[in-house]
């Protein structure tokens, strides 16, 4: 027998754990994890160099733009980012200009980036104004919807408890998750003209208006109108302990709720925001150093289910505009964090099968993708070679993304991904991308 690839010489992370072994290769699927010996052989052989070959991360939560924001970020460029990131699938956001809330602007934007990607991409929705539509939707290849709660994206009245509660009974019959932003938008928009009232417009301000109890609010909201519905809620970028614990009550009672939480909202607190200033802008923001202690204390407890870039790019006009109110929020996260996840295994504040279960085999569990997640035979050759000690300091001026500013630039990181391979293709290699637009696929 013979394959199109193998790679040898490393170790690899197969659902029991690390092992020495290498892998073959066919037609974009791993045929064979083995001894070297015990591997076919292969048109192509790659020496692995004693690094280890991981799950390719799956990013359930990114912003690719493109379209009428191409000047942000584009389908090429967000996932070069991704690639170069050892992210060999993404999720992408519908809060794009022109928004994606129908079959038709669905099929146009999986269209477009089917010319242009370079890793793995799957697509939310948000909702349509008629949720009979909700249908055709997922028949176009929809993996999710997101509803934000802070403000309306798509055609659904978010104020409208009735609309939301057959929305949600619509999605529960396609048996794909609901996404949420969980920001309270009557709670954001009074505190807002409070601040505006007062004249406050700096970083506090925005702090006071999204507040942990706008997050709360929200959350509860949901969890009454989804525990109606049995519909799968997915919480989207937990940020503080009160928003944190009213998703753990909500999951104990056994409702089929899951959640995420962000590099940047693990690493960093307010304190940052104020030293970073409108560059370390996020919405929600960052919060304080207790309410990040509570998050890692429930990651550690497997209390949450997965991890996520929240990849957002912005022009740098946008991060530095003046008022606060009219600065973009947002960091691009897609090539940093697997590197900043891997400084934490290195300090053992994170194990390495937690971050390939939170990664890896929990977003490709909840989001219905059978056969990724896991370096397993049968599944596509989706990997990320990491040399675990190398050590470097990332360098935002050398992104992939249009965003080339972050506030992790010049952190000191352990752990880089070297090699990333998408369906079995090279597609970056030592951080130089080494395939065309359009390589990737199309996930539906």
């Not at 995420?260 to 909202?265: A, D, F, L, R």
Request: aromatic letters at 6%.
């Amino acid at each position: 027998m013979l394959v199109d690839l193998v790679l040898y010489n490393g170790k690899v992370y197969i659902p029991k754990g690390l092992v020495e072994a290498g892998i073959a290769i066919d037609e974009g699927r791993i045929v064979k994890i083995a001894k070297e010996t015990n591997l076919p052989k292969a048109s192509v052989r790659t020496d692995l160099k004693g690094c280890i070959a991981l799950p390719g991360l799956i990013d359930p939560h990114v912003h690719l733009r493109d379209q009428e924001l191409a000047y942000e970020e584009d389908f090429f460029t967000g996932t070069a980012a991704a690639a170069a990131g050892g992210v060999t699938s993404v999720l992408d956001m519908p809060n794009n200009t022109p928004v994606t809330m129908d079959s038709r602007s669905l099929k146009d934007r999986m269209k477009l980036a089917e010319k242009r990607v370079v890793v793995n991409v799957g697509f939310y929705s948000a909702f349509p104004e008629n949720t009979e539509e909700i249908t055709s939707i997922v028949r176009e290849g929809a993996v999710a919807f997101k509803l934000y709660l802070m403000q309306k994206i798509g055609g659904i009245d978010i104020d409208n408890d009735e609309a939301l509660l057959s929305a949600f009974d619509k999605v529960k019959k396609m048996r794909v998750p609901v996404a949420v932003h969980a920001e309270d938008k009557r709670t954001i928009e009074k505190m807002r003209e409070k601040m505006r009232n007062k004249r406050r417009g700096g970083l506090e301000a925005l702090l006071k208006v999204h507040s942990p109890e706008a997050e709360v609010k929200a959350i509860r909201r949901v969890v009454k109108l989804a525990g109606k519905s049995g519909v799968h809620v997915h919480f989207c970028h937990l940020s503080s302990a009160d928003g944190l614990n009213a998703v753990l009550r909500a999951k104990r009672l056994g409702l089929p709720f899951t959640c995420e939480v962000t590099p940047h909202h693990l690493l960093l607190t307010s304190k940052h925001l104020k030293r970073y200033k409108t560059m370390a802008l996020t919405l929600p923001p960052l919060r304080a150093k207790e309410d990040v202690t509570a998050l890692w204390s429930a990651l550690k407890q497997g209390s949450i289910d997965t991890l996520a870039s929240d990849h957002a790019p912005h022009s740098k006009e946008e991060k530095e505009a003046k008022g606060i109110w009219n600065v973009k929020p947002g960091i691009a996260g897609l090539e940093t964090m697997l590197p900043l996840l891997l400084t934490q295994v290195n300090k053992g504040r994170l194990t390495l099968s937690t971050l390939i279960r939170l990664a890896s085999e929990k977003p490709a569990e909840i989001f219905h993708l059978s056969d990724r997640g896991s370096l397993s035979e049968g599944y596509a050759a989706d990997i990320v070679v990491v040399d675990v000690d190398k050590a470097f300091k990332i360098d935002a001026s050398k992104f992939h993304s249009k965003a080339k500013f972050s506030p992790f630039n010049k952190w000191s990181a352990k752990g880089k991904p070297m090699k990333t391979f998408v369906n079995g293709r090279l597609v970056m290699d030592e951080g130089e991308l080494v395939t065309k637009p359009g390589t990737g696929g199309i996930i539906r």
